[in-house]
């Protein structure tokens, strides 16, 4: 078999470019997945920074 024949015998289709038209749905587990990974990406210091004024405001306003 030549290189040419091996070349077409081949189904390339399975790495080519996905078709940009079609959309996989995403369960409840991959919105959970990717709220993770936006927690870890930029906004979890937001949210460290958030919960951290919260509680200095929060001990401030108990203090008498």
Do not use: C
């Amino acid at each position: 078999m030549t290189e040419e024949e091996k070349q077409e015998s081949f189904d390339w289709s399975h790495y080519g470019d996905q078709d940009s038209g079609t959309h996989t749905p995403l369960d409840a587990t991959d919105y959970v997945a990717l709220f993770i990974a936006s927690l870890q990406s930029i906004f979890l210091p937001l949210v460290i920074l958030a919960i951290v004024l919260g509680s200095i405001g929060f001990l401030f306003a108990l203090m008498p």
